[in-house]
């Protein structure tokens, strides 16, 4: 019954290759969210999609594509991975009432070597 | 660009000591939130605060707003071990939805 769940949970790959997050949803929420949290345990937001529609694309190279196929699933596509994509990348929900906390999931930690 | 800042950076108390974290950012907000994150997990969204409240209160948690200082402050008080994790503040600047910001966190560990 994990309200927001993301797969996989570690991901090492070598640069160059193109690799999936998944993330789906169980609350109802209209609105998902990818975050990246580097070394230092910034986070900062790369994309957000509020009913199936991109709401915001932050300064992110366009290798990293995220696609919604519906309200419930927000999935992340990186092309041609770096050693600079390594951290780890959160999902998010919430709803659209701004007075409302972010639910997170547990974090896809990504190593690129 | 980041927006809220925590301090301190670490923290370090016993059991049933209070731990007070605070946080400033730099532009007006709509409100902000704390949230908890234990090693190798999610963030937990543990309270918001809206900009027009100067207090709020969750269980053992205690929020204060100060909007004119750009300022936050979490309390814990009576902590436990099981409190040991990183705390975030976020802030919402109302601009564009889910433009969330956060600071780089204070990790807080308590001692039993």
Known sequence: DTAVSQTPKYLVTQMGNDKSIKCEQNLGHDTMYWYKQDSKKFLKIMFSYNNKELIINETVPNRFSPKSPDKAHLNLHINSLELGDSAVYFCASSLRDRDYGYTFGSGTRLTVV | SQQGEEDPQALSIQEGENATMNCSYKTSINNLQWYRQNSGRGLVH???????????????????LDTSKKSSSLLITA????????????????STLGRLYFGRGTQLTVWP
């Open chain 2, 79 to 94: 902590s436990r071990a099981a409190d040991t994790a990183s705390y975030f503040c976020a802030t919402d600047r109302g």
């Open chain 2, 46 to 64: 543990l309270i918001l605060i809206r900009s027009n409240e100067r207090e709020k209160h969750s269980g053992r948690l205690r929020v204060t």
